[in-house]
Protein backbone atom coordinates (compact mmCIF):
# COMPACT_ATOMS: atom_id res chain seq x y z
CA UNK A 1 0.00 0.00 0.00
CA UNK A 2 2.86 2.80 0.74
CA UNK A 3 5.12 1.72 -1.84
CA UNK A 4 1.82 2.24 -4.35
CA UNK A 5 1.34 5.80 -3.26
CA UNK A 6 5.17 6.29 -3.16
CA UNK A 7 5.18 5.70 -6.52
CA UNK A 8 2.45 7.64 -8.15
CA UNK A 9 3.73 10.23 -5.90
CA UNK A 10 7.12 9.63 -8.11
CA UNK A 11 5.57 9.62 -10.96
CA UNK A 12 3.82 12.77 -10.74
CA UNK A 13 7.36 14.22 -9.68
CA UNK A 14 8.86 13.10 -12.79
CA UNK A 15 5.44 14.05 -14.76
CA UNK A 16 6.68 17.54 -13.63
CA UNK A 17 10.09 17.83 -13.62
CA UNK A 18 9.87 16.84 -17.72
CA UNK A 19 7.16 19.64 -17.55
CA UNK A 20 9.37 22.19 -16.40
CA UNK A 21 12.49 21.72 -18.42
CA UNK A 22 11.56 22.35 -21.68
CA UNK A 23 13.36 24.18 -24.08
CA UNK A 24 10.74 27.06 -23.56
CA UNK A 25 11.68 26.83 -20.04
CA UNK A 26 15.30 26.95 -20.74
CA UNK A 27 15.18 30.20 -22.47
CA UNK A 28 12.94 32.03 -19.71
CA UNK A 29 15.50 30.77 -17.09
CA UNK A 30 18.34 32.03 -19.18
CA UNK A 31 16.72 35.51 -19.73
CA UNK A 32 15.68 35.92 -16.18
CA UNK A 33 19.12 35.18 -15.03
CA UNK A 34 21.21 37.32 -17.54
CA UNK A 35 19.15 40.03 -16.83
CA UNK A 36 20.14 40.18 -13.24
CA UNK A 37 23.85 40.07 -14.08
CA UNK A 38 26.20 42.81 -15.75
CA UNK A 39 27.38 41.86 -19.36
CA UNK A 40 30.81 41.15 -17.90
CA UNK A 41 29.17 38.29 -16.10
CA UNK A 42 26.98 36.88 -19.04
CA UNK A 43 29.39 34.03 -20.35
CA UNK A 44 29.56 31.82 -16.82
CA UNK A 45 25.83 32.76 -15.98
CA UNK A 46 24.31 31.61 -19.54
CA UNK A 47 26.66 28.52 -19.89
CA UNK A 48 25.41 27.60 -16.51
CA UNK A 49 22.18 28.22 -16.95
CA UNK A 50 21.43 26.99 -20.24
CA UNK A 51 22.54 23.00 -18.53
CA UNK A 52 21.16 19.74 -19.27
CA UNK A 53 20.80 18.82 -15.41
CA UNK A 54 18.84 22.15 -15.07
CA UNK A 55 16.75 20.85 -17.98
CA UNK A 56 16.25 20.92 -22.14
CA UNK A 57 19.11 23.02 -23.54
CA UNK A 58 18.47 25.65 -26.05
CA UNK A 59 20.25 25.34 -28.92
CA UNK A 60 21.58 28.46 -29.03
CA UNK A 61 24.10 31.94 -29.43
CA UNK A 62 25.17 34.60 -27.44
CA UNK A 63 26.63 37.66 -28.47
CA UNK A 64 28.38 39.66 -25.10
CA UNK A 65 28.60 43.28 -25.41
CA UNK A 66 32.01 44.68 -24.32
CA UNK A 67 30.97 46.78 -22.39
CA UNK A 68 30.69 47.83 -18.86
CA UNK A 69 27.76 50.03 -18.73
CA UNK A 70 24.40 49.41 -17.49
CA UNK A 71 21.70 47.76 -19.59
CA UNK A 72 18.88 50.44 -20.84
CA UNK A 73 15.60 50.02 -20.60
CA UNK A 74 13.62 46.79 -20.14
CA UNK A 75 16.29 44.64 -19.77
CA UNK A 76 14.08 41.17 -20.49
CA UNK A 77 13.67 42.26 -23.88
CA UNK A 78 17.73 43.51 -23.89
CA UNK A 79 18.60 39.91 -22.91
CA UNK A 80 16.50 38.27 -25.59
CA UNK A 81 17.73 40.35 -28.38
CA UNK A 82 21.35 38.98 -27.58
CA UNK A 83 20.14 35.25 -27.80
CA UNK A 84 19.78 33.74 -31.68
CA UNK A 85 17.68 30.84 -31.20
CA UNK A 86 19.93 29.08 -33.62
CA UNK A 87 23.99 27.29 -32.60
CA UNK A 88 26.35 30.27 -34.87
CA UNK A 89 29.86 29.41 -34.54
CA UNK A 90 31.77 32.03 -35.98
CA UNK A 91 32.42 29.62 -39.62
CA UNK A 92 28.59 29.49 -39.55
CA UNK A 93 28.32 33.28 -39.26
CA UNK A 94 30.59 33.60 -41.92
CA UNK A 95 28.46 31.46 -44.40
CA UNK A 96 25.19 34.19 -43.79
CA UNK A 97 25.03 36.72 -46.25
CA UNK A 98 25.21 40.63 -45.85
CA UNK A 99 21.54 41.80 -45.18
CA UNK A 100 20.23 38.14 -44.12
CA UNK A 101 19.00 38.11 -40.26
CA UNK A 102 19.26 36.18 -37.53
CA UNK A 103 16.22 34.92 -35.74
CA UNK A 104 16.59 36.15 -31.33
CA UNK A 105 14.04 34.99 -28.72
CA UNK A 106 12.88 38.60 -28.56
CA UNK A 107 9.89 37.55 -30.19
CA UNK A 108 9.14 39.63 -33.91
CA UNK A 109 13.14 40.70 -33.49
CA UNK A 110 15.76 40.35 -35.75
CA UNK A 111 19.59 41.03 -35.98
CA UNK A 112 20.76 42.10 -39.18
CA UNK A 113 24.15 40.99 -40.63
CA UNK A 114 25.70 44.14 -41.51
CA UNK A 115 28.81 43.10 -42.85
CA UNK A 116 29.44 39.13 -43.19
CA UNK A 117 33.88 39.37 -44.21
CA UNK A 118 35.73 37.62 -41.32
CA UNK A 119 37.91 41.05 -40.38
CA UNK A 120 34.76 43.11 -40.02
CA UNK A 121 31.60 41.23 -39.38
CA UNK A 122 29.20 43.11 -37.95
CA UNK A 123 25.77 42.94 -36.35
CA UNK A 124 23.40 45.47 -36.83
CA UNK A 125 26.06 47.75 -37.30
CA UNK A 126 28.50 46.59 -34.59
CA UNK A 127 31.74 44.96 -35.03
CA UNK A 128 32.60 41.00 -33.61
CA UNK A 129 35.14 42.14 -31.16
CA UNK A 130 36.19 38.42 -30.06
CA UNK A 131 34.75 35.64 -32.26
CA UNK A 132 34.04 32.29 -30.44
CA UNK A 133 34.50 33.36 -26.92
CA UNK A 134 32.83 29.77 -26.03
CA UNK A 135 31.47 27.10 -28.06
CA UNK A 136 30.26 23.75 -27.51
CA UNK A 137 28.06 21.04 -29.42
CA UNK A 138 25.02 23.52 -27.91
CA UNK A 139 25.97 26.81 -27.79
CA UNK A 140 28.17 29.73 -29.44
CA UNK A 141 29.57 32.98 -27.73
CA UNK A 142 30.97 36.09 -29.39
CA UNK A 143 31.74 39.03 -27.84
CA UNK A 144 30.87 42.33 -29.50
CA UNK A 145 31.81 45.76 -29.28
CA UNK A 146 29.04 47.34 -27.62
CA UNK A 147 25.13 46.46 -26.90
CA UNK A 148 23.09 45.70 -29.88
CA UNK A 149 19.74 48.01 -30.35
CA UNK A 150 16.81 46.15 -31.22
CA UNK A 151 14.96 49.71 -31.39
CA UNK A 152 16.71 50.87 -34.86
CA UNK A 153 17.28 47.50 -36.38
CA UNK A 154 15.11 44.80 -34.68
CA UNK A 155 12.76 44.71 -37.00
CA UNK A 156 13.32 44.92 -41.06
CA UNK A 157 10.58 42.49 -42.33
CA UNK A 158 11.86 43.53 -45.74
CA UNK A 159 15.51 42.74 -45.36
CA UNK A 160 14.86 39.12 -44.75
C1 LIG B 1 36.87 45.63 -24.44
O1 LIG B 1 36.81 46.94 -23.89
C2 LIG B 1 37.97 47.32 -23.19
C3 LIG B 1 37.68 48.64 -22.53
O2 LIG B 1 37.13 49.56 -23.47
C4 LIG B 1 39.13 47.37 -24.17
O3 LIG B 1 40.30 47.73 -23.50
C5 LIG B 1 39.31 45.98 -24.79
O4 LIG B 1 40.32 46.03 -25.78
C6 LIG B 1 38.01 45.52 -25.43
N1 LIG B 1 38.14 44.14 -25.87
C7 LIG B 1 38.00 43.79 -27.15
C8 LIG B 1 38.15 42.33 -27.42
O5 LIG B 1 37.76 44.58 -28.04
C1 LIG C 1 33.21 44.95 -44.38
O1 LIG C 1 34.37 45.02 -43.57
C2 LIG C 1 35.57 44.95 -44.30
C3 LIG C 1 36.70 44.87 -43.30
O2 LIG C 1 36.62 45.91 -42.36
C4 LIG C 1 35.65 46.17 -45.23
O3 LIG C 1 36.85 46.12 -45.98
C5 LIG C 1 34.44 46.17 -46.15
O4 LIG C 1 34.46 47.33 -46.95
C6 LIG C 1 33.17 46.09 -45.37
N1 LIG C 1 32.05 45.90 -46.28
C7 LIG C 1 30.98 46.68 -46.25
C8 LIG C 1 29.90 46.33 -47.23
O5 LIG C 1 30.86 47.63 -45.49
Known sequence: MMSLQLLALLAAATLIA???????ETSLKIIDALSHVSYEEWSPVFIATNDRI????L?????????????????????????????LEFDDLLLKSSH???PTLL??????????????F???GVLIVE??????SFMAIHRIAYPLDFTTYGSGESEA
Open 107 to 120: TGSSILVTNNSASG
Open 131 to 136: PDVYVD
Open 59 to 87: PSTLFIPNSSVNMDGDRQKVVAYHIVSER
Open 18 to 24: VVSGTVE
Open 122 to 124: SID
Open 100 to 102: SRL
Open 54 to 57: RGEV
